[in-house]
């Protein structure tokens, strides 16, 4: 197994559990694996299958991830190929000859066309298992739920001989619970690894207004220079919008979003993965068919409707293990808006669960990491240093008063007003419904005019996090006060409040980011001999017309910058270049290296 890993991968160790998991599928037996967005899940079957006689079939719910997957095992010298509707008929053709002919080794494929396909090729070769990626797509719990997963129970009845191993970085104990039942999985081992990515640093803010919004986003930039990321919007109309803004700052980034054509998308998708830009604006419909390693940031402009989605999401950023960072806004309104989605689904409890613990996550006062592991069953009890609230616990006060003052102005108004309405009695505010409804006639009218409108957004958000009210959606969002509210409103109770704190965002241009190459090695990178291999990595993967991750990494190539081998031999040995990688590209590296030594 460690000659195969070294061979073909580079690497001279296995990550925690992926040896276990390689030996269980092996001795022919099923599994269910869950692992983080790069912590290693791919290697899990590719080495069984570089291993056994056969062709492994892998699942895949989409023609980009497999695209990607095929080109980074034919970078390293591995036979495998994608059946999918993008190839030309001729190429299919050559493709399903090879697989008869035992000639590949990994066969990427679509759950519909594996269906299709299972009376006809899949009997007519050598099979040595099957691996269903992103099988959280399989379970109605899931949440990335494809209808056309449903039928891969069938794999289990057509050939009961062949081990299944299903694979997902997302999926909770009802969700595991379903893909082994929908999959038909045959007392299969679970294997879950940690979920910790402490490479990901984890930062919130909240109720900030579009103009802070991007002036943060555009500082955040600024600390990035050249660095790949992405920014989720809830909406179409968002994505544009932010890109919009970003451009008027001469920062370029693409919009992805369900409503452009399948060739924008493709080509969007192309550039970023290719480097021909570094910034994506996306819904959520852009990510899973990206295995991109070197995603430097993730920021999400609304909040997400589940932990699931937050945590595929960010798990985009920093496959390759280098420090990355990432940053959530969220607002009352997207609680709202969300909530408002929620309702209106199929399965609005479930929904509305999900989101209420992305709600908590958010409005956490205790380490985030902590919260997102212990959802995932992965219970730690440490400060993990990485997230806002370690780095700067938040402060409080008694709000109780202010809280009455909320309170007191939705009870006089019976109960009829949204939180708008309410903080516009708060302010003294002659809104529209404040005058049409005499508002202005109660006697909390003006009563927070002190306060600015912001922080009683951000007031109010507090408080609904905390169970004082409850927004009816039924009845056009009015706000309800809860037994608990009552209670602080007649002063049974007291309220402490998060001591609202905002940075001011300063734009600070041609920032150099340093990357922290200490996690890596000791020793000190050359920061010009990097620029350097950077160049000649894009000229390479430009010549195949492979994206420049795929020929080296990042983190390889901050380590070549750091070790600098004059020799084929020791570029050979640095950890994530294979056989394959070291015959191919080293003469080019190390003579490279040589002549900026020599300068």
Known sequence: MLTTLKSYFGYNSFRPQQEEIITHLLSKKDALVLMPTGGGKSICFQIPALMQDGTAIVVSPLISLMKDQVENLQANGIAAAALNSNNTDSENLSIRYDCRMGHIKLLYISPEKLILESNALLKDMKKSLFAIDEAHCISQWGHDFRPEYTQLGQIRDLFPNIPIVALT????KTTREDIIKQLNLNNPKIFISSFDRPNLSLDVKKDYNEKEKISTIIHFIDDHPRDSGIIYCMTRKTTEKVAMKLK???????????????????????????????????????????DKSNVRWVIHYNLPKSIENFYQEIGRAGRDGLPSDTLLFYSLQDIITLTQFANETGQQSLNIDKLRLMQNYAESQVCRRRILLNYFGENSTCQCGNCDVCKKPPQIFDGTIIVQKALSAIMRTNEKIGVGCTIDILRGTYSSDVVQYQYDKLKTFGVG?????????????QMLQMGF????????KHIKITPLGKQVLYGEAKVNLVVIQREESILR???KKAIKVSTIITREEDDVLFEKLRELRKRLADEQGYPAYIVLSDKVLHLIATIKPKTIEAFGAISGIAEFKKQKYGASFVALILEHESK
């Open 449 to 461: 005019r002190d306060i600015p409108g912001r922080d009683w957004h951000n007031y109010m958000l």
């Open 248 to 290: 008027k700052e001469g920062i370029i980034a693409g919009v992805y979003h369900a409503g452009l054509s399948a060739l924008e998308r493709n080509k969007i998708q192309e550039d970023f993965i290719n480097d021909r830009i570094a910034i994506i604006c996306a819904t959520v419909a852009f990510g899973m068919g990206i």
């Open 469 to 476: 009210y409850e927004i009816n959606y039924m009845e056009d």
């Open 509 to 511: 241009k041609d920032k």
């Open 169 to 172: 970085a997302t999926a909770d």
